[in-house]
């Protein structure tokens, strides 16, 4: 995979929609997008199609939080 897309387990993607569901008005607001794929083990890659108003590693970080 290239290497702007992050690799999450099925149960960090949960929390990663899960924020983003949470975020969605912002993201919206601030036409900001993600692109997912699917790998050959259950794994997903994420990236944000812009980083300008959030990047991926603070979204990670902020997940972290709220565990």
């Known amino acids: ?39 050959k083990d259950e794994d997903f890659y994420v990236r944000l199609l812009d980083e300008s108003f959030v990047s991926l590693e603070d979204i990670m970080l902020d997940m972290g939080r709220e565990s």
């Open 1 to 39: 995979m290239e290497s702007d897309f992050i690799k999450l387990n099925k149960e960090q993607y949960r929390q990663f929609t899960d924020w983003i569901e949470h975020n969605s008005q912002e993201l919206y607001e601030n036409k900001t997008a993600y692109e997912c794929r699917w790998g």
